[in-house]
């Protein structure tokens, strides 16, 4: 992992103080005030449109807040995002998929905040991003176009680029939306496996089933932190209608407007 000055040991790997972003008329994230332990899997739930894309778009700064602030490890996030200590697994929607690129080089992406001064992959880093795409599965498909990937497998090669970047705080939009029994328990374990490293953990997820042997802590948000707890508390049916609007969390609710998405090449 990586090494930080005095002090960060005892930061939060992520803290967001205020969090206020709008887009227009719209206000995505209202007040969002959240500290993540180290070494945690933390789920983010919410419906559609309750901010949780936007949430990590802020981390990464992608979207500028229009209140409150984003640290990282106790400092300014934009010197912890160049050093690649903080890797983001985008909604597949927000990906341009006919970005003529195979799924080894979006993986080998991951590396490229790391690089030696010669700017070029060592064996190293290609063993790391070997390993990678084996963790995930796909090493079978590592050459083949992402254009050409099932849903569940391309959340897969995202995944995967996280892994390769050895981040130590990883951000993932909905990994699980969409794939296999199998896989979900793969990434499952492979999520849980990064936590026991003392990696920290933040998973947006719509499937409450998999809540409790996903994470350790789960944060329901609705705009605003409705509550942040252990997820057996979480999955109250009291506390899923104060975020869904209905008694099982099933529903779909309404979403609250729909904005236009930006799109963005994979790396
Ligand atoms: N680029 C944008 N321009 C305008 N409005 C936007 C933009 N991106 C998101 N929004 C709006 O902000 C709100 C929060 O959106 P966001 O994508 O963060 O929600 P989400 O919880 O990730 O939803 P989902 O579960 O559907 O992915 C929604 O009302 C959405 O329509």
């Given at each position: 992992?990586?090494?930080r000055g005095?002090?960060?040991a005892?930061?939060?790997?992520l803290e967001?103080?205020?969090?206020t972003v709008?887009?227009?008329?719209?206000?995505?994230l209202?007040g969002v005030?959240l500290?993540?332990?180290?070494?945690?899997?933390?789920?983010?739930v919410?419906?559609?449109?309750?901010?949780?894309?936007?949430?990590?778009?802020?981390?990464?700064g992608?979207?500028?807040?229009?209140?409150?602030?984003?640290?990282?490890?106790?400092?300014?996030?934009e010197?912890?995002?160049?050093r690649?200590?903080?890797a983001?697994t985008p909604?597949?929607e927000e990906?341009?998929?006919s970005?003529p690129?195979?799924v080894?080089?979006v993986?080998?992406?991951?590396?490229?905040?790391?690089?030696g001064?010669a700017?070029?992959?060592?064996r190293?880093?290609?063993?790391?991003?070997a390993?990678?795409?084996e963790?995930?599965?796909?090493?079978?498909l590592?050459d083949?176009?992402i254009?050409?990937l099932?849903?569940?497998?391309?959340?897969?090669?995202?995944?995967?680029r996280g892994?390769?970047?050895e981040a130590?705080l990883?951000l993932?939009?909905?990994p699980?939306?969409?794939?296999?029994?199998?896989?979900?328990?793969?990434?499952?374990?492979?999520?849980?496996?990064?936590?026991?490293?003392?990696r920290?953990?933040?998973v947006?997820t719509?499937?409450?089933?998999?809540?409790?042997?996903l994470c350790?802590?789960a944060v329901?948000?609705?705009?605003?932190v409705?509550?942040?707890?252990?997820?057996?508390e979480?999955?109250r049916p009291e506390?899923?209608a104060r975020?869904f609007?209905g008694?099982?969390g099933?529903?779909?609710?309404?979403d609250?407007g729909?904005?236009?998405?930006t799109?963005?090449?994979p790396?």
């Amino acid at each position: 992992m990586t090494s930080r000055g005095p002090g960060a040991a005892t930061a939060a790997p992520l803290e967001l103080d205020g969090l206020t972003v709008r887009y227009g008329a719209v206000t995505a994230l209202d007040g969002v005030s959240l500290r993540l332990a180290a070494g945690t899997v933390t789920g983010l739930v919410g419906m559609n449109g309750s901010g949780k894309s936007t949430l990590f778009r802020s981390v990464m700064g992608l979207v500028r807040p229009d209140a409150g602030s984003v640290r990282l490890w106790g400092a300014d996030p934009e010197a912890e995002r160049r050093r690649g200590t903080v890797a983001y697994t985008p909604q597949a929607e927000e990906v341009d998929w006919s970005f003529p690129v195979c799924v080894r080089d979006v993986v080998r992406m991951g590396r490229y905040g790391r690089l030696g001064p010669a700017r070029r992959p060592r064996r190293e880093d290609e063993r790391l991003v070997a390993e990678a795409i084996e963790k995930v599965g796909m090493s079978e498909l590592a050459d083949r176009r992402i254009g050409a990937l099932s849903g569940g497998q391309r959340k897969r090669v995202f995944v995967a680029r996280g892994l390769a970047q050895e981040a130590d705080l990883l951000l993932l939009d909905e990994p699980l939306a969409g794939v296999d029994r199998t896989t979900e328990e793969t990434l499952t374990a492979l999520l849980r496996g990064l936590a026991a490293e003392g990696r920290t953990v933040l998973v947006s997820t719509h499937d409450l089933q998999n809540l409790e042997a996903l994470c350790d802590d789960a944060v329901l948000l609705h705009r605003r932190v409705i509550l942040h707890a252990a997820p057996a508390e979480v999955l109250r049916p009291e506390n899923l209608a104060r975020a869904f609007g209905g008694a099982n969390g099933t529903g779909n609710g309404a979403d609250t407007g729909d904005g236009a998405r930006t799109r963005e090449v994979p790396g």
